[in-house]
């Protein structure tokens, strides 16, 4: 029971991450690492109680309505974009770069909330939904770099970024990066996903003082310079701070 629950978990998780687009069987089987047929015959069941949809036309599969009416049930307690959004938006006013809210969620940072900025050269390599390892983009650094020593451990004990997201996000690497953030206390991701788009961020802290959440900033590398990532990462930080407060209120 606990396999096929594990396998059900991961399949949900890789329609989620093809969202909005939807996924093939064979691209779902693949991201969950389940046999094509096995993964067919979990996403049919999801189907027939409604959890996923498949669109007729192209064959991809998609969530369905009962996870948008669970999600809605749940909102109350885990939604926190209605009490970022004001933060998010300011963010992206002042700098002209466009913002975000992403949330952990387990090994990976999910994307809640996005806000374009003014400026008209923009990085695309975030938007609502997107999941990365952490470590790996900017907001997942920012919250892997403020867990105690030993959940960093743990957490390369069992994650091995590089095998997806190449030799620049081995975990000598990124354990560099996380000393850099300790030191300054927001994240940086010097181009390392797409070349040309650099992304900085900072933690926000749960009632408990834990990293649950991050607000981040990505744009063209030339808008990145050593001064601006210095000021970029001071009004994260002051923004960070703020939402944190909110929340554990």
């Given amino acids: 029971m606990t396999d096929v629950v594990a396998r059900v978990a991961a399949l949900l998780g890789a329609v989620s991450a093809a969202e909005p687009a939807g996924a093939s069987t064979t691209e779902l089987?693949?991201?969950?690492?389940?046999?094509?047929?096995?993964?067919?015959?979990?996403?049919?069941?999801?189907?027939?109680?409604?959890?996923?949809?498949?669109?007729?036309?192209t064959g991809r599969w998609l969530?369905?309505?009962?996870?948008?009416?669970m999600g809605a049930v749940a909102a109350h307690r885990y939604d926190v974009t209605d009490q970022a959004r004001e933060v998010v938006t300011r963010l992206a006013a002042e700098t002209g770069e466009s913002a975000f809210l992403s949330a952990r969620r387990g090994d990976e940072t999910v994307?809640?909330?996005?806000?374009?900025?003014?400026?008209p050269l923009r990085s695309h390599v975030l938007y609502e939904g997107i999941r990365f390892p952490l470590g790996v983009a900017s907001a997942g650094l920012a919250i892997l770099s403020h867990l105690p020593a030993?959940?960093?451990d743990d957490y390369f004990a069992r994650a091995m970024p590089s095998t997806d997201w190449g030799p620049a996000h081995t975990e000598?690497?990124?354990?560099?990066?996380i000393t850099a953030t300790r030191i300054t206390g927001y994240a940086v991701n010097p181009a390392l996903i797409v070349e040309g788009s650099w992304g900085i961020a900072a933690a926000v802290f749960d009632e408990k003082?834990?990293?649950s959440w991050a607000l981040s900033l990505t744009g063209v590398e030339t808008r990145f310079k050593a001064d601006r990532r210095h000021e970029l990462g001071t009004l994260l930080?002051?923004?960070?701070h703020l939402l944190s407060g909110r929340l554990r209120a």
């Fill in 63 to 69: 969530l369905g309505p009962e996870m948008y009416l």
């Fill in 29 to 57: 089987g693949r991201v969950a690492e389940l046999a094509r047929p096995t993964a067919h015959r979990l996403l049919t069941s999801l189907a027939d109680v409604g959890l996923i949809d498949r669109d007729a036309k």
């Fill in 209 to 211: 003082g834990r990293p």
């Fill in 150 to 152: 030993a959940e960093v």
């Fill in 111 to 119: 994307c809640l909330l996005s806000v374009e900025g003014s400026f």
């Fill in 237 to 240: 930080l002051e923004a960070a």
């Fill in 172 to 177: 000598e690497a990124i354990r560099d990066r």
